[in-house]
């Protein structure tokens, strides 16, 4: 069952522009939600979190927006840059935080 | 500060065998977790341990278990090893209190069963 989902596997934006990746989620229990970048034989890294009392958390060209009641995140990368092409990982956790809950990813490439 | 390392970087198993896959935790940090990841998929979580105690685990048979030591580093171990087991084992370790949500993995272990 999977509790988070990313339905779009790839996204293509030119340099400078917008990137959008979206990721909904099933159990309102979640309460932290967070992005992970991956590069090819990496581990995921740690991009951008939001707890479930914000809707907006914004950190440098990174902003992720939550909206609750649609069960629906999003994260906006503002300029687009080529080194921002990697595969974007949303995950969920609920309050007791032990558990963390992965979508299937949306890789992301940034043609200069 | 040294990251997150695991070892082996690959390994190729038979079914039916056991393996024991490595972690070495970020500095500091007192939590790990452990996921699979499929091709194609996203990381699943497998199990957490806290202070050498598990804090959590997934919807993983009892063949996947696991032990923290008080150094911190962990170990993942799969007994009768599956060829659906063929995955990218991740660890992830994370301090303790309000930044525990932020995890820090290591490049992973591909594990490759026959």
């Known amino acids: 069952d999977q509790q988070v989902k990313q339905n779009s596997p790839s996204l293509s934006v030119q340099e400078g522009r917008i990137s959008i990746l979206n990721c909904d989620y099933t159990?309102?229990?979640?309460?932290?939600f967070l992005w992970y970048k991956k590069y090819p034989a990496e581990g995921p890294t740690f991009l951008i979190s939001?707890?479930?009392?914000?809707d907006k958390n914004e950190d440098g060209r990174f902003t992720v927006f939550l909206n609750k009641s649609a069960k629906h995140l999003s994260l906006h990368i503002v300029p687009s840059q080529p080194g921002d092409s990697a595969v974007y990982f949303c995950?969920?956790?609920?309050?007791?935080?032990?558990?963390?809950?992965f979508g299937t990813g949306t890789s992301l490439t940034v043609i200069p | 500060e040294t990251g997150v390392t695991q070892s082996p970087t690959h390994l190729i198993k038979t079914r039916g065998q056991q393996v024991t896959l490595r972690c070495s935790s970020q500095?500091?940090?007192?939590?790990v977790s452990w996921y699979q990841q499929a091709l194609g998929q996203g990381p699943q979580f497998i199990f957490q341990?806290?202070?050498?105690?598990?804090?959590g685990r997934g919807n993983f048979p009892p063949r996947f278990s696991g032990l923290q030591f008080p150094n911190y580093s962990s170990e993942l171990n799969v007994n009768a090893l599956e060829l659906d087991d063929s995955a990218l084992y991740l660890c992830?370790?994370?301090?303790?209190?309000?930044?525990?949500?932020?995890?820090?993995f290591g490049p992973g272990t591909r594990l490759t069963v026959t």
């Open positions: 995950a969920a956790s609920k309050p007791t935080g032990n558990q963390f809950y």
């Open positions: 500095s500091g940090h007192n939590t």
């Open positions: 992830a370790s994370s301090p303790s209190g309000k930044s525990s949500y932020e995890q820090y």
């Open positions: 341990y806290y202070r050498e105690e598990e804090n």
């Open positions: 939001i707890s479930s009392i914000k």
């Open positions: 159990n309102s229990m979640f309460d932290y």
